[in-house]
């Protein structure tokens, strides 16, 4: 059957065809790469498949053996303790059921109000709520789940891999997203191409195989049938590269530096500053920097702290930037050290410096001569590397302590 051939038929045909013949000659628009188009699963579809749903033995879950199966792999993919599920496509409820059984809390969605109608008849005093709504989008508002469990429904949306990356959002740290399907005759969706889309959030993701495990299913099958059981890490640890800036002051002026050939704001000028290396404090950082670029030797008591800025550049990740200064003297006679990096050594003044800077360098001076000791300057991602004087500041200053309190 090609995709999109039997859109003729009712939904009544299509839902008898469900119950009696499994996923296969499902009347869908989707074949085996996964997702399905706008006339693909129809919640007319799906309303009238709900009264004969449960007949299939891993819907209704009726013979206990098939049960049994269910309820002994929902008990390993489920957390050993208590939590709260968020079912998907939840269907008529079965595997609801089975989730709020073992003790967990249970929150079930579906797009079809007929199959939600079961469902709740199915949860009718369990504490599940069932809700009607979009699994791609569920209307669960800022809750946040130990457990996103979704069964034989990923195939049938429209964008798969978008509804993975909102589902992660809906997940907490050290969360799971348990996600199990197939691929039925032309319809279902492989293995591979979830597994690919989940790779590239999870942390870990383990891949059960069903097919050999006719319990499950009521009979012997031999097509694809899985589990992905994917892990929420916990929260990574963030981390930003350190860049030091040195402020050569003479009288009123300031050494600045052109860049040229780095591929980074050449042509623009900036104090001189470089990254912070493995294993360098910023001070070491700031006096190597120093030698590399101007020649002037300084020694650590030559240095006062300026200012720190967090900054990011458009598009860039952020840094953390300590700005250090330094009279005219110590160290030596500045001099352009990298001239194959740096087009002209300069002194400007600090009360009139130069438009062509690097914009967060700019701003880096500007809170410095004003006397603030602590700024954030965050680019939009469009905006421009170079200081615009007409442009909007995207310094902000940070209120320091005296270190006394409040009012004196
Ligand atoms: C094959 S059934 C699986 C039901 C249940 N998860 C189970 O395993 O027994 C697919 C279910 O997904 C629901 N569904 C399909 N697309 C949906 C969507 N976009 N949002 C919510 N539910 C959807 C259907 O209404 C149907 O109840």
Not at 250 to 256: D, F, S, T, Y
């Amino acid at each position: 059957m090609a995709a999109g051939q039997n859109n003729a038929r009712t939904a009544q045909q299509g839902a008898s065809q469900w119950s009696s013949h499994d996923h296969r000659n499902l009347p869908t628009t989707v074949n085996v790469s996964g997702g399905c188009d706008d006339r693909c699963m129809t919640t007319d579809y799906w309303d009238a498949a709900a009264d004969t749903f449960d007949e299939e033995p891993d819907h209704g879950l009726l013979d206990p053996v098939v049960r049994e199966a269910w309820a002994g792999r929902i008990e390993e993919w489920l957390p050993d303790t208590p939590s709260e599920v968020l079912d998907l496509g939840c269907g008529t409820g079965s595997l609801a059921l089975l989730a709020v059984e073992q003790g967990h809390r249970v929150t079930a969605v579906d797009r079809s109000a007929r199959m939600a109608e079961r469902a709740r008849m199915k949860l009718a005093g369990s504490g599940a709520e069932v809700l009607v709504g979009d699994a791609a989008l569920p209307p669960v508002g800022e809750r946040r789940f130990d457990v996103v469990l979704v069964r034989h429904v990923v195939w049938a949306l429209p964008d798969p891999e978008a509804a993975l990356r909102h589902w992660w959002t809906l997940l907490r740290p050290g969360g799971r997203l348990v996600l199990i399907e197939g691929v039925w005759g032309e319809a279902g969706i492989p293995a591979a191409r979830l597994r690919a889309a989940l790779e590239s959030v999870a942390d870990a993701v383990h891949h059960e195989r069903l097919s050999a495990d006719a319990s499950l299913w009521g009979r012997e099958v031999t097509d694809e049938r899985y589990a992905l059981v994917a892990h929420v890490g916990p929260p990574r640890r963030h981390t930003e590269v350190v860049d030091v800036h040195l402020i050569i002051r003479r009288g009123g002026e300031v050494l600045l530096a052109r860049r040229a050939n780095t591929g980074y704001a050449d042509g623009l000028l900036n104090s001189p500053s470089g990254h912070a290396e493995d294993g360098e404090n910023v001070l070491q950082a700031v006096i190597r920097e120093a030698r590399e670029e101007t020649g002037v030797e300084l020694a650590p008591e030559d240095l006062r702290v300026a200012l720190v800025m967090q900054h990011r550049g458009p598009g860039a990740q952020p840094r953390m930037g300590w700005f250090f200064e330094a009279e005219y003297g110590a160290g030596g006679e500045p001099y352009n050290r990298e001239p194959d990096k740096c087009s002209e050594l300069g002194w400007f003044p600090l009360d009139a410096l130069p438009d062509d800077m690097v914009a967060y360098c700019r701003a880096g001076l500007d809170a410095y001569r004003a006397g603030e000791r602590f700024v954030v300057h965050w680019h939009e991602d469009d905006d421009p590397i170079a200081y615009d004087p007409e442009g909007e500041s995207r310094a902000v200053v940070l209120a320091a302590t005296t270190g006394r309190p409040a009012g004196r």
